[in-house]
């Protein structure tokens, strides 16, 4: 009984050694496993840190770089910063995005059609702005300054939208402008241009000839200048010139009467072309040597601070009020008795410091006497009594209104008479050989060596250019106007070849005021986009997709990043750039500046992370099964020694029997 329960834990022992062995085995092949997952998860890592990938190079405004992964769409969108790149591949033709096919086809090999499907349209504000100065309003074009004061403004014959069709032409619609570049390189123009030039140069020379003769005729004109003696106009100019003021109130005379007798010789022409404002602002129309004369007229009777001769003062019954250099003075009169219609006037000077009015005082002579130059009536006031200055100023009392004139006495203010005769013979002087008439002079003129070789040009040129114009000659009276084209339309019956010059003509002096339409891209619905730069990009693609031909690039191949390097490196298609002068050209990609090769930093922190999670991993189980060997190996070694002792035990026993029993 003994021996045989020795012999079962003895074959206890041995299975569950022999169940050890095995199980030490699978844990040996599992850990062995574990430092196969360790080096492929090494590897991965190791393949993290080595892979790099291709980068593009994008710009701003400030020219600082980004990147991103380059791929087709990466390359080729649009930034008006960047290099503008293309692909081609093995036929030679350029690849494309699916829109940018799209819009190419649609457009139909019409550039601007293909532009204005990204929201770029060539055109000018220029019209725009000109409507919203001046609305439906003529165009301004220039202000002059008249020798009263007064402004001429001049002005197109047409408005901004006027202008605009002129310039961009009508005749497609029906109408009768050709357009302005159109116009200018019409042959009526040419011919135009070559009459005109002809015309100009003969009147230049007609007018010298005139001009000479007018001028010695007003030269001709002599008056008496007070103090001075018979002076001619020419010497009344010289005086001017002169700079010499002592004498300007003889002068000025002197020049108004000369001007007088030039008028009454019926030589000025007597067309009302002149326009006259009074001071009350009223217009009215003159001829020349009368608009002279008012503007002398109201040049007298001047001082310092006024232009005015006559003034309206305030009036309150038998009291009026003149403020003259800051001095009010206070004129009352009295009837000397009822119905007499005769009145003794008071005379009041106001008190700065009390505001009241005191009486002016008077001389021993009875004269009155203050700061200030008035006299009223039959009374003088002078300037401290001194004689050779002083303004003479007669109160007209009215039912509704008292009107004070003004009278120069003894030279004063010889200063304003000068300035204002120096102004207005600089303007005579300048003026007056237009303002006469040349018909009035060709008699005179014959006695000129050159006149009428002169004047025979002229008219030839003239009735060449009026036929031009009109169809027929305009007469010798209407010449001087040849070349105003609003005279022309104004008085009718142009010709039809007519209409190309009036046409630049009336841009022409337009341009010369406001400049030239500038015109540029702009960018639908993003005026402050560069639209020229996006222009001209769109415009070099769509030149080489109509020069080479095109593929379309499936959108999923031009989003990949792998597609595009394997492509590249490949040599499936090959890299093209624009250069300054925007032509394409094939470049290597390899020697493309905005193309970088990079480590992938966003794959290297995800696989160090998965091989710090994988490895911690790995080496938690290496543990659990090194304790698992550990803890089998412990139990073998307990195991096999209870075998071997059960063993001895029991070899003993037998040996025992064998000898019991031999």
């Known amino acids: 009984m003994g021996m045989a329960a020795s012999q079962a834990r003895l074959l206890s022992i041995t299975t569950r050694m022999s169940d050890n062995e095995l199980r030490s085995q699978l844990i040996n092949n599992q850990k062995m496993r574990l430092a196969t997952e360790s080096s492929q998860v090494s590897e991965n890592y190791i393949n993290a840190l080595n892979e790099a990938q291709y980068m593009f190079t994008n710009y701003d405004e400030n020219n600082k770089a980004s990147y991103q992964k380059l791929t087709f769409n990466s390359m080729t969108a649009y930034n008006e910063y960047n290099n503008q790149y293309g692909i081609s591949n093995a036929s030679g033709q350029i690849l494309v995005s699916e829109t940018d096919g799209k819009r190419f086809e649609e457009a139909d090999g019409d550039l601007e059609t293909f532009l204005k499907s990204y929201g770029l349209e060539y055109r000018t504000s220029y019209f725009e702005e000109l409507e919203n100065l001046y609305g439906t309003d003529a165009i301004k074009l220039n202000t002059e300054n008249n020798i009263d004061g007064t402004t001429t403004t001049n002005y197109s014959r047409y408005n901004a939208a006027e202008i605009q069709e002129i310039y961009e032409g009508n005749q497609e619609d029906g109408g009768v402008h050709a357009g302005y570049e159109n116009s200018m390189m019409s042959t009526a123009y040419n011919s135009y241009l070559k009459l005109e030039d002809t015309y100009l140069t003969a009147k230049e020379n007609y007018d010298k000839v005139m001009e000479d003769v007018m001028r010695e005729y007003a030269n001709g004109f002599s008056v008496n200048v007070d103090g001075v003696g018979q002076q001619t106009y020419e010497q009344i100019l010289n005086y001017v010139r002169g700079e010499d003021t002592s004498k300007g109130i003889a002068y000025f005379y002197a020049f108004q009467e000369l001007v007088s007798k030039m008028d009454d010789q019926d030589k000025f022409y007597k067309d009302a072309n002149y326009e006259y404002v009074d001071m009350n602002g ?139 005769l120096k102004n207005i013979i600089e303007y005579f002087d300048d003026a007056m050989v237009n303002a006469f008439d040349p018909s009035q002079f060709n008699d005179v003129a014959q006695g000129s060596a050159n006149f009428q070789q002169y004047y025979n040009d002229y008219v030839a040129a003239s009735q060449a250019l009026s036929q031009f114009i009109f169809g027929t000659d305009v007469g010798f009276d209407n010449y001087a106007n040849l070349s105003d084209y609003k005279w022309a339309l104004d008085r009718g019956g142009t010709t039809a070849d007519y209409q190309n010059v009036a046409d630049v003509k009336a841009i022409d002096e337009v341009f010369n005021v406001y400049g030239e339409p500038k015109y540029a891209y702009i960018k639908e619905g993003d005026g402050d986009a560069n639209a020229d730069a996006e222009a001209e990009w769109y415009t070099n693609l769509f030149n080489r997709m109509t020069s080479g031909g095109y593929k379309v690039i499936e959108n999923g191949l031009a989003s990949s990043a792998e597609w595009m390097r394997y492509a590249l490196e490949s040599g499936l298609v090959k890299m093209e750039q624009v250069d300054k002068d925007n032509n394409w050209s094939t470049i290597t990609f390899t020697s493309c500046s905005d193309i970088t090769e990079q480590t992938n930093d966003v794959a290297v922190t995800i696989a160090e992370a998965e091989y710090n999670k994988a490895m911690n991993k790995i080496e938690n189980k290496d543990k659990v099964y090194d304790m698992e060997l550990k803890n089998i190996d412990t139990e073998h070694t307990a195991l096999q020694t209870e075998y071997d002792s059960i063993k001895s035990a029991l070899d003993k026993n037998v040996e025992r029997n064998f000898k019991l029993y031999s």
């Open 282 to 420: 009223a217009v009215s129309y003159l001829s020349f040597g009368a608009y002279i004369d008012k503007m002398l007229e109201d040049c007298k009777y001047v001082n310092d601070t006024t232009k005015r001769y006559t003034t309206e003062v305030d009036y309150d019954g038998d009291v009026a009020y003149l403020d003259l250099n800051g001095d009010v003075v206070r004129v009352t009169r009295e009837e000397t008795s009822p119905g007499s219609g005769t009145y003794n006037y008071t005379y009041e000077l106001v008190d700065d410091e009390t505001g009241t009015y005191e009486p002016v005082p008077q001389d021993e002579d009875g004269e009155h006497i203050w700061d200030g130059n008035i006299q009223s009536g039959n009374i003088n006031f002078y300037d401290d009594g001194v004689n050779t200055e002083n303004i003479k100023f007669n109160f007209t009392w009215g039912n509704d209104k008292i009107t004070v004139t003004e009278t120069l006495l003894n030279g004063h203010n010889q200063d304003v008479y000068f300035n204002n």
